[in-house]
């Protein structure tokens, strides 16, 4: 197998169970079945003062592109800038592509309302499903952790690899938990924002895993001058001095 068909196929698993759960909630499945009294519980207790201030920052931190986007393309920067290679940077571009256009394409197909509504409807005002907070946070703290260590990162190493996403997988649980805790999105929008990080992640890793597309090179005239004398002293072709003598 080529080294990209792996994570190919693992995006296609990601897109497989996204598509799954989008069904479910547009046929209103008992995939969504907790959301409502998980709500209910979590509204009637939500932490004020200082502690919700800390909770919202860290969430903020956690998967708001304000704050993952510079994250994410600054790093990628670098490791090209090291790499002397645009495939970094080209990676991070088609992976914040998919969360963004995938995401709204689903948000805007569903326009379901966020629990601060009241309400849970569908084809209202709202994008609630599925949590784009959650899914940049999947794709960005799990890929910063690829491009630095991974197989075509900036330093290769399996130890460090497995030493890293352990915290990265931690940071993208809590800020998936932190959106449904503060009461920002319903219990479902967050798996749906783990599967669209995990398939823009794959669409990533695919892109960095693919092989070198050789660029067209211009010959030199060192070059084509042999290829031009070659064909003017063919054998059964005269040459214009040969005419001339005759």
Do not use: C
């Not at 909630?25 to 939500?46: N, S, T």
């Not at 592109?65 to 080209?90: E, F």
């Not at 809590?174 to 995990?198: C, K, N, Q, R």
Request: proline content about 9%; hydrophobic content about 50%.
């Amino acid at each position: 197998m080529p080294p990209w068909a792996a994570s190919a196929l693992l995006g296609l698993l990601a897109a497989g169970v996204l598509g799954l759960m989008t069904w479910q909630i547009a046929i209103e499945g008992p995939f969504k079945a907790w959301d409502w009294p998980v709500h209910v519980y979590l509204d009637a207790r939500q932490p004020t003062g200082w502690p919700r201030s800390i909770l919202n920052a860290l969430a903020s931190l956690g998967g708001q592109r304000l704050y993952t986007l510079p994250i994410i393309v600054g790093v990628g920067a670098w490791v090209a800038y090291k790499q002397r290679s645009l495939r970094p940077l080209i990676a991070i571009g088609a992976g914040l592509a998919t969360v963004f256009f995938i995401g709204y394409w689903i948000k805007f197909g569903l326009s379901r309302t966020p629990p601060a509504s009241g309400e849970d409807v569908l084809y209202g005002v709202g994008q609630a499903f599925p949590s784009g907070h959650t899914a940049n946070a999947t794709l960005t703290w799990l890929l910063l952790v690829v491009v630095l260590f991974g197989q075509q990162g900036l330093k290769p190493d399996p130890v460090r690899f497995r030493r890293w996403i352990k915290p990265a997988a931690v940071a993208v649980f809590v800020s998936g938990a932190l959106m449904t805790a503060l009461d920002y999105h319903w219990l479902s929008d967050i798996p749906g924002g783990w599967a669209l990080g995990a398939l823009a992640l794959m669409v990533s890793v695919t892109v960095l895993r693919l092989p070198p597309v050789p660029w067209p090179r211009r010959r030199s005239r060192a070059e084509i001058r042999p290829e031009v004398t070659h064909r003017t002293t063919t054998p059964g072709h005269p040459r214009r001095s040969d005419l001339s003598g005759a």
